[in-house]
């Protein structure tokens, strides 16, 4: 006995030590393996993602042209978000929950009820009452479950005694982004039992008008009374402006990458993306800030003169304000005044390294202390494409921050303002007819599994009837989807035409950008829209796959 005992301490300690050695390599072990994953994690390539077939022509370093397709490339706001959500401190509010809502009535709970007998005969009701704002919570909570909602405003008054305007910022669960949104509705309420407010008729999207954000006038004195009721919403404003360098000390301390104007200027925005995020990726690889040029050319496929369209600004489609919070960037006018100033008015120049073919691999730039790097891009198609820099090795090296690109918030606005008229209580289908359609030698069934009867036939076997139906596509013609009508709510992209009329926001904002001059929804905001509102559909139905078995990108591609 007493043997065993003395002899199985030991072991038993020994076992012990050995158990939790183990534990402790296999704490380590997988400690370690979450590191490497976390390091080596990276967010899908979009263009991995939605297009291999292409990205095998883009690799292909001995042929590297490149068609592209119309569609349009998902950015950062679209993809999972990576191991690290880039939530900048100012835009993190705490969503409104269920728990939020009953910690503010607790404290509500001592303010004095009113008796049944009481209210019964009350046709008015008080806007600025929390109580009434913690119904109108519940509600939304309730309703709009694809919604997260961050910020209330006071109620203010409706149009009627019984009404009351509620003003409130969210966000879309479906949206991988941390963009906020605003929406402003008209309510309706009754007593319910105990004296507490119901909601008897909640209006939509956008119709409480009078707890829209007040403009802001010079002369706010006068609506003194009014502005305290309504606070201006905070942070609204789109703030893209450019960046300066300031002074000249500022501009002689930098590091700079400058790719001159290549191959790509004008080709498809696909093309324009992949060469940009290049362009990106090297000078975050080497430490520099990159100078850009915000002057786009619209390819003549997206425009509505069909022919390619200078002089676009990047803040159209892109969201300058999110690149400038990822990316030390600067603009390349503000860039070039501020090299000539410097040039002029000192002895030593500024040290310019010139790399006049992509051969240069950017590790063989690590090292360079020049002021600038100038890529230069001047040998033929197709030698003289930016997105060339980061084939090859230098692919091992440069990773495209795509995390850094989302689309451009006018636009998203545009998208919610779409989705929230239907209460993003809609199903989609994506049809994709056009060129692909009449290309009966890649795609031979496409025409006819896309005709109207082929569409609807197959949409009832996925969606229920009498849904909201958003059709996105590139089909032309309005009429085409009249056939679906018989059973579903449809929805097309030109029913919202007033969104993007000389009577809009976008049209103001964007025109402002423009120097005044009004700028046009061409077809590259179209698509990018329709997209966009189709990621935000319940049910989604897409062409290939769904509605056909030809591929996505031509016959035997799948
Ligand atoms: C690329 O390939 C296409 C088709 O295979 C060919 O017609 C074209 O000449 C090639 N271009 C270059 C630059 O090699
Ligand atoms: C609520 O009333 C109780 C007593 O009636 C009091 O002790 C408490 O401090 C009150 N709370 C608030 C927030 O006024
Ligand atoms: C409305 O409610 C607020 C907050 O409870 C209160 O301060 C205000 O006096 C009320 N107004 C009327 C007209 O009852
Ligand atoms: C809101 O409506 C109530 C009742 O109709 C009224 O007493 C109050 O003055 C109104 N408030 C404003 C700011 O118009
Ligand atoms: C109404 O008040 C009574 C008594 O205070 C309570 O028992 C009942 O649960 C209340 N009803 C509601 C719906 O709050
Ligand atoms: C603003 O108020 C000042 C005086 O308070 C007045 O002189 C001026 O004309 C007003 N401006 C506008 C745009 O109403
Ligand atoms: C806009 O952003 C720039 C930095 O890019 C900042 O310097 C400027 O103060 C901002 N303007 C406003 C109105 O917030
Ligand atoms: C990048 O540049 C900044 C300032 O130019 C410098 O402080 C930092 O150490 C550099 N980082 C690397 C990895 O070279
Ligand atoms: C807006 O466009 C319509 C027709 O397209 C035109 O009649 C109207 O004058 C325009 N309004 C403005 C403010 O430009
Ligand atoms: C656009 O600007 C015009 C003129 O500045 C203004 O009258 C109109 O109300 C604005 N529209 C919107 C939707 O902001
Ligand atoms: C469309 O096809 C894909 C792949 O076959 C499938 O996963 C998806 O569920 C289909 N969509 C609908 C709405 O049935």
Request: glycine share 4%.
């Amino acid at each position: 006995m007493k043997e065993s005992e003395l002899s199985t301490e030991p072991i038993g300690q020994n076992l012990i030590k050995l158990i939790s050695n183990l534990c402790f390599s296999v704490f380590v072990f997988s400690v370690l393996i979450f590191t490497v994953i976390a390091i080596t994690y990276q967010p899908p390539d979009p263009w991995l993602e939605s297009a291999p077939a292409l990205t095998k022509l883009f690799t292909q370093t001995e042929n590297a042209t490149f068609q592209d397709d119309n569609s349009v490339l998902k950015t950062g706001e679209d993809l999972v978000a990576a191991a690290t959500p880039a939530v900048p401190p100012a835009m993190a509010l705490n969503p409104i929950t269920e728990t939020v809502i009953e910690k503010s009535e607790e404290k509500l709970s001592n303010l004095s009820v009113k008796s049944d007998s009481e209210c019964e005969e009350l046709s008015v009701v008080n806007c600025s009452d929390p109580r009434l704002l913690i119904t109108v919570e519940r509600f939304n909570l309730k309703t709009f479950k694809s919604i997260v909602f961050l910020e209330y405003q006071t109620p203010v008054n409706g149009s009627r005694p019984d009404e009351c305007d509620v003003a409130w910022r969210f966000r879309n669960k479906k949206e991988k982004s941390w963009r906020k949104y605003r929406d402003f509705r008209r309510f309706r309420f009754g007593y319910g039992e105990n004296c507490t407010y119901k909601i008897v008729h909640a209006n939509g999207w956008h119709s409480g008008t009078n707890a829209r954000r007040p403009r802001i006038r010079p002369n706010a004195t006068r609506t003194g009374a009014h502005a305290k009721l309504a606070p201006p919403m905070r942070d609204e404003e789109i703030n893209d402006t450019i960046p300066t360098l300031g002074s000249e000390m500022n501009f002689r301390k930098g590091r700079y990458l400058y790719y001159a104007r290549g191959g790509d200027y004008c080709k498809g925005m696909n093309h324009y993306l992949w060469s940009f995020l290049c362009g990106l990726g090297e000078a975050m690889y080497l430490n520099r800030t990159f100078v850009m040029d915000l002057s786009l050319c619209l390819s003549s496929t997206y425009s509505s003169s069909h022919k390619d369209e200078e002089g676009k600004d990047f803040r159209f489609y892109f969201d300058f304000e999110h690149l400038k919070e990822e990316a030390s960037i600067v603009e390349e006018s503000e860039f070039l005044r501020d090299w000539k100033k410097w040039d002029r008015s000192h002895k030593r120049k500024v040290p310019v390294k010139k790399v006049t073919t992509h051969k240069v691999t950017p590790m063989q730039l690590k090292k360079d202390k020049s002021t600038i790097i100038w890529r230069q891009f001047d040998a033929p198609e197709p030698e003289n494409y930016w997105y060339r820099v980061c084939e090859g090795q230098a692919a091992k090296y440069i990773q495209r921050p795509w995390h850094a690109l989302w689309k451009s918030k006018r636009l998203m606005n545009i998208v919610t303002d779409i989705s929230g008229r239907m209460d993003w209580d809609f199903d989609a289908v994506h049809v994709v007819r056009g060129e692909k359609a009449q290309n009966k030698q890649l795609w031979p069934h496409l025409d006819a599994d896309t005709s109207p009867d082929a569409i609807l036939m197959k949409v009832k076997e996925m969606v229920q009837p009498w849904r909201n139906l958003y059709i996105a596509t590139n089909e032309p013609f309005y009429n085409y989807f009249d056939k679906l009508r018989s059973q579903y709510k449809v929805h097309l992209l030109d029913d919202y035409k007033e969104l993007w009329s000389n009577t809009s926001e976008w049209y103001n904002e964007t025109m402002t950008l423009n120097d005044g001059k009004p700028v046009e929804f061409d077809g590259y905001m179209r698509v990018a829209v329709d997209t966009e509102v189709l990621y935000r559909a319940k049910t989604r139905v897409e062409t290939f796959y769904n509605l056909t078995k030809d591929c996505k990108d031509g016959i035997n591609t799948c």
